[in-house]
Nanobody
Framework: QVQVVESGGGLVQAGGSLRLSCAASGGTFKLSTMGWYRQAPGKQRELVAT???????NYAESVKGRFTISRDNAENTVYLQMNSLKPEDTAVYYC????????????????WGQGTQVTVSS
């Protein structure tokens, strides 16, 4: 059974930093695109950043230059380093993988974690 678990959220003052971690289990994720999304109260879930199997990254315009996504394929983990945080970054942050390798087959699908709360105070 595939599990995606986020951690590292919390309360931080504006201008501060946080590092989110996402640990995936139940398969191999080095062949998958991994991403971070966020959802603020009353808003739709939005893309924050993605990282491909080759390490190519993609960021939302609102976080470019402040957030960095990275991955450790050996540990099935993806990170989101968030610097210069702003109150508008406050949201629940979710990790996503677009599939996993079981060792025999590659299964495509959207797998989400339960989310971790990030609150930035002004």
């Amino acid at each position: 059974q595939v599990q995606v678990v986020e951690s590292g959220g919390g309360l931080v003052q504006a201008g501060g930093s946080l590092r989110l971690s996402c640990a995936a289990s139940g398969g191999t994720f080095k062949l998958s695109t991994m991403g971070w999304y966020r959802q603020a109260p009353g808003k739709q879930r939005e893309l924050v950043a993605t990282i491909s199997i080759g390490g190519s990254t993609n960021y939302a315009e609102s976080v470019k230059g402040r957030f960095t996504i990275s991955r450790d394929n050996a540990e099935n983990t993806v990170y989101l380093q968030m610097n210069s945080l702003k109150p508008e970054d406050t949201a629940v942050y979710y990790c996503n993988t677009d599939g996993y390798y079981s060792g025999v087959y590659y299964y495509r699908g959207d797998y989400w974690g339960q989310g971790t709360q990030v609150t930035v105070s002004s």
